[in-house]
């Protein structure tokens, strides 16, 4: 199967600064990432959807300043969390889905589990 | 909005069979099935398109109905590796390609 995978797996950080997580499909070419949060005893929640080459679409109440999203190449995706605070700490999980050969599949990377101190 | 998913927990013996069931308020286009271990991503079970169709994968299968916007995940002859939560993840028709995740049933699967 499709392998994705993300880094770090897991990163402490001060109060108001940034943190970048990669997230890479390793084994095909992800046309569209998307970027979720879980947070502890909670399902996924859809943070924005990542498309080669053009603009992330971030879904309602998520904040494109503070969540910057970077769909540069066809295996990389990468989300940049600005100015973090304590309540930002979460886990973030990207996937990616091969719409290109027509796979309804979507892969989940290790996540990233991110303590804002 | 997000599907809702019954029933939040439950506890089996190995060997018993359980039933998650997942509703949605709108018209679905797919639904996936994963299970997720504490401290781990999600796992891809089965994708199932609309048709109405059903899959199946050794003891766990599931079906779609796509008139009444349902879908259910069949446990059979649990086995202790089967605990985690399970988590349905929907695509509505004309929706992007995305997946909005049910809110979880936690199963946990004892000697």
């Known amino acids: 199967g499709a392998v994705v995978s993300q880094h770090p797996s897991w990163v402490i950080c001060k109060s108001g600064t940034s943190v970048k997580i990669e997230c890479r499909s390793l084994d095909f070419q992800a046309t569209t990432m998307f970027w979720y949060r879980q947070f502890p005893k909670q399902s996924l929640m859809l943070m924005a959807t990542s498309n080669e080459g053009s603009k992330a679409t971030y879904e309602q109440g998520v904040e494109k300043d503070k969540f910057l999203i970077n769909h540069a190449s066809l295996t990389l995706s990468t989300l940049t969390v600005t100015s973090a605070h304590p309540e930002d700490s979460s886990f973030y999980i990207c996937?990616?889905?091969?719409?290109?050969?027509?796979?309804?599949?979507?892969?989940f990377g290790p996540g990233t589990r991110l303590t804002v101190t | 909005q997000q599907p809702v998913q019954s029933p939040q927990a439950v506890i089996l013996r190995e060997g018993e069979d359980a039933v998650i069931n997942c509703s949605s308020s709108k018209a679905l286009y797919s639904v996936h099935w994963y299970r997720q271990k504490h401290g781990e991503a999600p796992v891809f079970l089965m994708i199932l398109l609309k048709g109405g169709e059903q899959k199946g994968h050794e003891k766990i299968s599931a079906s779609f109905n796509e008139k009444k916007q349902q879908s259910s995940l069949y446990l059979t002859a649990s086995q202790l590796s089967y605990s985690g939560t399970y988590f349905c993840g929907t695509e509505i028709s004309g929706g992007g390609n995305k997946l909005t995740f049910g809110t979880g049933t936690q199963l946990k699967v004892e000697l």
């Open positions: 996937s990616a889905r091969d719409l290109g050969q027509g796979y309804y599949e979507q892969y």
